[in-house]
Every structure is written in C-alpha cells, then in structure tokens.
Nanobody
C-alpha cells in the first residue's frame, strides 16, 4: 500500500496550490482521508479531513475559508485546494488514511501516511 502525494511547490503569498494524494495497493472503503503538515522543530498538525462519503469535513481553524478538501473514491485520491496562501502555511504536507474521521483528526490511529510534499510560500 502506498500513498503518493504531489502538487507541492514554491508560490508567492496570496496564490494557490492543489495537493493530491493517490492511494495504490488497495481501496479504502469506509475510511477517512486527510492532510497534516509539519515544520522543522514542531509537531505534525492537523489540516483537514474528509469522511468516506464526503459528508463530514473538518478543517483546522488556521485554514478555514482558504483550504478545501475533496476526494474521488473511484480514483482512490484525496485533494487539498489551498488558496490565499500565507507564509505560515509553509510546511511539508502529508496525506493520511484512518478508519474514521475521529481517529484521523486526533491522530489516534493512522493506518497509512503519505511521503510528504513540500509547500513553500514566500512573502
């Protein structure tokens, strides 16, 4: 099983990026998917999560109104549309899969992590 994240890069503040995470090796029927981020010296923090059916979505307060999470269960992918990016959004972004959105959001149980993709926002 592999989670392949892509879409990171260097952008100026105010611009947008779209991250994608493709799962291979199995399907994650019923599982929640989401995104976390981490900067050097800090703990990994929750960014966004989406339930299997897409009806339940959570965002960190710091990204509400700017980031949008979505998923395509046919393609086994999850996306993170990031708009109005700020320098403080600079981090390595990781996708993750968990049995449900509560477990994922709390990081209590993460079944799989992606390899991370770097997002750098310049001022």
């Amino acid at each position: 099983v592999q989670l392949q994240a892509s879409g990171g890069g260097l952008v100026q503040a105010g611009n947008s990026l779209r991250l994608s995470c493709a799962a291979s090796g199995r399907t994650f029927s019923g599982h929640a998917m989401g995104w976390f981020r981490q900067t050097p010296g800090k703990e990994r923090e929750f960014v966004a999560a989406i339930s299997w059916g897409g009806r339940t979505i959570f965002y960190a307060d710091s990204v509400k109104g700017r980031f949008t999470i979505s998923r395509d269960n046919v393609k086994n992918t999850v996306h993170l549309q990031m708009s109005s990016l700020k320098p403080e959004d600079t981090a390595v972004y990781y996708c993750a899969v968990a049995p449900n959105i509560t477990l994922l959001r709390s990081q209590y149980r993460i079944d799989y992590w992606g390899q991370g993709t770097q997002v750098t926002v310049s001022s």
